[in-house]
């Protein structure tokens, strides 16, 4: 039987290696802090 990766730990922060609070979206693969830290390097822009 072939194994699959599904549920929380399926995959981790490619920065600090934390499976928490995952932005997955646009293959950004980083957690909800290190997000938050590198958006402005990565391009995205904090409107109010």
Do not use: Q
């Not at 929380?8 to 609070?21: G, I």
């Not at 979206?25 to 802090?33: A, D, F, V």
Request: glycine content about 8%; charged content about 30%; aromatic content about 10%.
């Amino acid at each position: 039987m072939a194994s699959r990766k599904i549920g929380k730990t399926s995959s981790n922060c490619t920065l600090c290696k934390s499976y928490n609070r995952k932005v997955r979206k646009y293959g950004i693969n980083l957690c909800g802090r290190c997000f938050r830290e590198e958006a402005p390097s990565i391009g995205f822009k904090k409107f109010n």
